[in-house]
């Protein structure tokens, strides 16, 4: 069995806890990554759109230079190589809030890779959690399913809204320590003044992948990734009780 801390998984100790986390962090520009309209939360559905939100076939995208901005400024602030040269790419998947049928995203070329941030663990110890890549993409728009019983709606205000990428390597051996990098990353970005980090609103969310081996083994288990958490906190529970 595992301890809350997550570190055994039984009482020989023969196996250990591996975690990667991606944080999606909306970035605090004027408009969104593609279009000049408002980002602003909080305004009535489907007011904060134009035609290429909403996949008008013809419309282009012009790329905002603060989301470059603000990528680079969190890349240099988690010490990561920063692109000289920078694609972007399309992820291609069907979902009913995002009517393009794609996602503008970065694969083989993030802005920013090979950084580290610092954590501090309980015991007063500092320990290195290496950063793979930093990229910049669009967020999509909201299903909305507790508002009609019958149907889900669909606001687009949020398609578009510019994110970073933020991707560990699995450097993370237990929950408190996901806790912990989470907590020094929302700072960053608070510091940075480039997110808000209000997990409620959505303006920070994180995927978290975990998986277990055999102390020793360098080849990674079978993973389980768990998504949009809305929460440090049910972060570090959900990885504990997967860890168990």
């Known amino acids: 069995m595992a301890t809350d801390q997550g570190i055994p998984v039984n009482q020989d100790t023969e196996f250990e806890t591996v975690i990667g986390l991606e944080v999606h962090a909306q970035l605090l520009t004027q408009s969104k990554a593609f279009a000049?309209?408002?980002?602003?939360?909080?305004?009535?559905?489907?007011?904060?759109?134009?035609?290429?939100?909403?996949?008008?076939?013809?419309?282009?995208?012009?790329?905002?230079?603060?989301?470059?901005?603000y990528a680079i400024r969190i890349g240099l602030a988690t010490s990561c190589r920063i692109a000289e040269k920078s694609i972007f790419a399309r992820k291609n998947y069907f979902y009913p809030d995002l009517p393009k049928g794609y996602q503008i995203s970065q694969f083989e070329t993030p802005i920013c890779y090979d950084g580290h941030v610092d954590i501090t663990l309980d015991d007063g110890t500092i320990k290195k959690i290496r950063i793979k890549r930093i990229h910049m993409e669009e967020d999509a728009?909201?299903?909305?399913?507790?508002?009609?019983?019958?149907?889900t709606l669909v606001d687009l205000n949020r398609a578009g809204t510019p994110l970073v990428e933020i991707v560990t390597e699995p450097d993370i051996s237990t929950p408190r320590e996901a806790y912990a990098y989470l907590t020094k990353i929302r700072q960053l970005v608070q510091y940075l003044d480039i997110c808000d980090g209000n997990m409620e609103e959505g303006s920070l969310r994180c995927d978290a992948n975990i998986s277990i081996r055999p102390v020793g083994q360098k080849e990674l288990g079978t993973r389980t990734e768990l998504k949009n958490m809305n929460s440090f906190r049910n972060v570090e529970r959900a990885l504990t009780y997967d860890t168990q």
């Open 36 to 69: 000049p309209v408002s980002i602003a939360f909080g305004n009535p559905p489907n007011t904060n759109i134009t035609p290429l939100c909403i996949g008008h076939p013809g419309t282009l995208p012009v790329l905002n230079e603060n989301l470059v901005r």
């Open 141 to 151: 728009g909201k299903s909305i399913h507790d508002q009609d019983p019958h149907n």
